[in-house]
């Protein structure tokens, strides 16, 4: 067989058909963290369309005020928009998702739609609306709920079930919004489980989904989850994404990284865990999700402005080798054969309830003597295959 040299090669270089993009706030984070001020100095917005757009990134995503100061007059929004706009159109950028900033103002500081204040609930939702327009005329198809401070510290503050009322009515409010404008526009609401807050409403992919359901208008709502956010508490990412796709409701993804539970670490995708990060692409890959490949991540803040992009870079290169990866754990011979074993096994009794239920299946099923001693028996030859997905990461097959 021949080996290909992997680190010389160039097919990982990223492409705009990859559909790559990174929030403004993901470049342009300056290192500051709880114990320490910024350590790099702000980037225009331009500038970082320019450099993405360099690397090979296909979108740039924004919250209203990485753009637009939180202060700015009107004449200053518009100058600030033509000239993104411009740059958008020099480099060649799509904005494909956009959201609000609910979390950094003080006014913010129990929550937005969650606040138990109804003037500060209802200067959310005019926030929101001015964002979403602003979103729109930047052509964004996709709009971006982080619930930032919808939580608690204190438990006592809040009914938890007013706030789950609350912010449903936010949504639908919102929802309507978008249709009586005659936006082409979906929300993607994203969970995670604390911080800033103690703790943070709607906390899993799977709280969001449930969610969802229980909105006006649920076709237009699915999920952004991010690694981060699920692995802080201890959760199995791929699976979530994968109920969150079986249901149709992948309408964007946060790729990043995170060293186990903690807090929310947002490092270069594919940094740390290697194995679960391999699953998911290949995930996304084999059930040809098409949306943006979003990158919600900075740089450590070690890094100058070149380690800036060499984050970005390294961001989108590990995704097209994990693309890579698992084009060929599909095509291993030996993996598949090995799968397809693992899936056999009686077809009569394969075929047993496929056909779903009847009563004449259930009898049928019942009166059968499964002899569940002869089936333990088995062998799952989990770890052979455990072993070929490892020598097939580390790049020995
Ligand atoms: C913030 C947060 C992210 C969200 C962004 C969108 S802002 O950086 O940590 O997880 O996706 O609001
Ligand atoms: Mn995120
Ligand atoms: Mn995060």
Same mark, same amino acid.
């Given at each position: 067989m021949?080996?290909?040299k992997e680190a010389t090669s160039d097919q990982y270089t990223p492409t705009k058909a990859d559909k790559f993009s990174f929030g403004l706030w993901t470049v342009g984070n300056r290192g500051s963290d709880p114990f320490g001020e910024p350590v790099r100095p702000a980037l225009l917005p331009t500038h970082s369309v320019k450099k993405l757009s360099e690397l090979g990134a296909w979108g740039i995503n924004l919250h209203d005020n990485d753009l637009v100061p939180f202060d700015a007059t009107p004449q200053e929004r518009d100058r600030i928009?033509?000239?993104f706009k411009q740059a958008l159109n020099d480099y060649g950028m799509v904005v494909p998702m956009a959201t609000t900033n609910l979390f950094y103002h003080p006014v913010f500081k129990d929550g937005a739609f969650t606040s138990v204040d109804p003037s500060v609930r209802a200067f959310a939702l005019q926030k929101t609306m001015h964002s979403i327009d602003l979103g729109v005329e930047l052509g964004a198809t996709t709009y971006v709920f982080w619930g930032g401070r919808e939580g608690v510290d204190a438990e006592a503050s809040k009914n938890p079930v007013?706030?789950?009322k609350r912010m449903r009515d936010a949504i639908n409010f919102l929802s309507?919004?978008?249709l009586d404008n005659g936006y082409q526009l979906r929300f993607?609401?994203? +969970?995670? +489980?604390n911080e800033p807050r103690s703790d943070t409403y709607f906390p899993s992919i799977g709280h969001m989904l449930a969610f969802i359901a229980t909105l006006d208008h649920p076709e237009m709502i699915g999920v952004n989850p991010e690694v981060a956010h699920e692995h802080m508490s201890g959760l199995n990412f791929v699976h979530g994404v994968a109920q969150a796709l079986e249901a149709g409701k992948l309408f964007h993804i946060d790729l990043n990284d995170q060293k186990g539970p903690r807090y929310d670490q947002d490092l270069r995708f594919g940094s740390e865990n290697i194995k679960?990060?391999?699953f998911l692409v290949k995930l996304l890959e084999?059930?040809?999700y098409t949306g943006p490949r979003h990158f919600d991540a900075h740089a450590y803040r070690t890094e100058d402005e070149q380690g800036v992009w060499d984050f970005a870079a390294g961001c989108m290169r590990t995704y097209n080798m994990f693309k890579e990866k698992a084009r060929r754990f599909n095509a291993d011979p030996e993996i598949q054969a090995l799968l397809q074993e693992i899936n056999s096994g009686d077809s009569v009794h394969a075929a047993l309830f496929s056909g779903g239920y009847s009563k004449a299946a259930a009898d049928q099923i019942k009166a059968i003597d499964f002899q569940p001693d002869v089936l333990a028996r088995r062998g799952y030859k989990y770890e052979k295959l455990d072993q070929l997905t490892v020598e097939l990461?580390?790049?020995v097959r």
């Open positions: 021949t080996q290909i928009v033509r000239d007013d706030a789950i309507e919004y978008v993607a609401l994203e +969970p995670k +489980p679960s990060l391999f084999d059930q040809g990461l580390l790049g």
